[in-house]
T-cell receptor, first 111, second 117 residues
Framework: DAKTTQPPSMDCAEGRAANLPCNHS???????VYWYRQIHSQGPQYIIH???NNETNEMASLIITEDRKSSTLILPHATLRDTAVYYC????????????FGTGTRLQVFP | GAVVSQHPSWVICKSGTSVKIECRSL??????MFWYRQFPKQSLMLMAT?????????EQGVEKDKFLINHASLTLSTLTVTSAHPEDSSFYIC?????????????FGPGTRLTVL
C-alpha cells in the first residue's frame, strides 16, 4: 500500500472550514484514499473514502487531485468536537483489508 | 448501523495474569475482525487479522502465543493477553468489516485500556 504524508498538526477556528491535506504521490491506479479520525481515547471513526472523483457525505468532503497524488479532506464548518487526529490511508479496496495508520494530523479547533 | 463494542473499556491487572478483551459487532456480521494496539502519543499498530472459523494472521513481531485471538462467531472476536507484563499496558482497539460484497469499510470499537501493574 502507498505511503501517505500529512502535516503533524493544524489549527482551525470554530465555524470555519478545516482543510486537511494528504500527499500520496506513490498511489497506484486501484488504490483508494480513506480518511479516519480519532478523538482522544476513543477508537477511530470512519469519515469518507474515494478513488478518483470528489466525494461528499454528511461529515466531510474529499477532494482528490486529477493525478491522484494528493487529496484534501474538508470539514465545512468545524466545531470543537472535530478536534481529533485525522488519518489519511491509501489501500487496495478488495485486498487484505489492512489499514496501515500513519502519524496523522492533529487538528485543534479553537473557539 | 455498523456499531462495534468492546468489553471491558478498561482493565487493571497484576503482572503474570491473563486478560481477555471482547470485540462484538452489534448490528452486522463480521467475517473479518482486526486487533490494533496503540501506545501513548503513537499511532495505531495492527497486531493481527482475525477470520471467523480460522486461525488469526499475526503481523511481524507480534507473539501469537502471547496474544491469543479467537473468532468463534460472526459477531465476536476475543483477544487474550497471556502472562501480562507492564510493557503490555496499552490501548487495544478492534475493528470489524461487514461481510458484504459491496463494502469493506472497517468500523472500530471504542478501545480497551489495559494497565498491568
Amino acid at each position: 500500500d502507498a505511503k501517505t504524508t500529512q502535516p503533524p498538526s493544524m489549527d482551525c477556528a470554530e465555524g470555519r472550514a478545516a482543510n486537511l491535506p494528504c500527499n500520496h504521490s506513490t498511489i497506484s491506479g486501484n488504490e483508494y484514499v480513506y480518511w479516519y479520525r480519532q478523538i482522544h481515547s476513543q477508537g477511530p471513526q470512519y469519515i469518507i473514502h474515494g478513488l478518483k472523483n470528489n466525494e461528499t457525505n454528511e461529515m466531510a468532503s474529499l477532494i482528490i487531485t486529477e493525478d491522484r497524488k494528493s487529496s484534501t479532506l474538508i470539514l465545512p464548518h468545524a466545531t470543537l468536537r472535530d478536534t481529533a487526529v485525522y488519518y489519511c490511508i491509501v489501500r487496495l479496496q478488495y485486498n487484505t483489508d489492512k489499514l496501515i495508520f500513519g502519524t496523522g494530523t492533529r487538528l485543534q479547533v479553537f473557539p | 448501523g455498523a456499531v462495534v463494542s468492546q468489553h471491558p473499556s478498561w482493565v487493571i491487572c497484576k503482572s503474570g495474569t491473563s486478560v481477555k478483551i471482547e470485540c462484538r459487532s452489534l448490528d452486522f456480521q463480521a467475517t473479518t475482525m482486526f486487533w490494533y494496539r496503540q501506545f501513548p502519543k503513537q499511532s495505531l499498530m495492527l497486531m493481527a487479522t482475525s477470520n471467523e472459523g480460522s486461525k488469526a494472521t499475526y503481523e511481524q513481531g507480534v507473539e501469537k502465543d502471547k496474544f491469543l485471538i479467537n473468532h468463534a462467531s460472526l459477531t465476536l472476536s476475543t483477544l487474550t493477553v497471556t502472562s501480562a507484563h507492564p510493557e503490555d499496558s496499552s490501548f487495544y482497539i478492534c475493528s470489524a468489516r461487514p461481510g458484504l460484497a459491496n463494502t469493506d469499510t472497517q468500523y472500530f470499537g471504542p478501545g480497551t485500556r489495559l494497565t498491568v501493574l
